[in-house]
């Protein structure tokens, strides 16, 4: 069993550094592709690909967050209250941490012995296609 994690800046290129999201989309198509050539032999590759997650990269002082913020002009606080919005995540929070974590585990998990070369993307409903 494999997880990548991946963004959902793979889907949305736009709306983040150009390396990140390129390598990004790599890394979902990878599992892609791995899950087609080992899904016969018993290997199951999934991706993970959260939207903004509450975590350094956006709340550290020296974080993208932070560069964000400053390039914008707005304080880095009001980057934070007005991100979920921004993003279009109508939980209207970042996603925690630990429900990464427990999608990761449901994938690693006997539960989801069916799921192979999935994307599954966690953004508190950021994106907005089918």
């Known amino acids: 069993m494999i997880v990548n994690i991946s963004s959902n800046g793979a889907r949305m290129p736009h709306v ?34 959260p939207g903004a997650v509450r975590t350094a990269m956006w709340e550290a002082p020296d974080g993208y967050g932070a560069e964000l913020a400053a390039a914008l002009g707005v304080s880095h606080e009001q980057l934070l209250a007005g991100l979920p919005g921004r993003a279009g995540m109508t939980t209207g929070r970042l996603v925690e941490p630990a429900e990464v974590a427990a999608l990761v585990t449901y994938l690693a998990s006997p539960h989801a012995a069916s799921v192979n070369g999935a994307d599954l993307v966690i953004d508190g409903g950021a994106i907005k296609t089918v």
């Open 16 to 49: 983040g550094p150009l390396p990140y999201t390129t390598a990004k989309a790599a890394i979902t198509a990878f599992g892609k592709a791995l899950a087609e050539e080992f899904g016969p032999q018993g290997v199951r590759v999934n991706t993970v690909s």
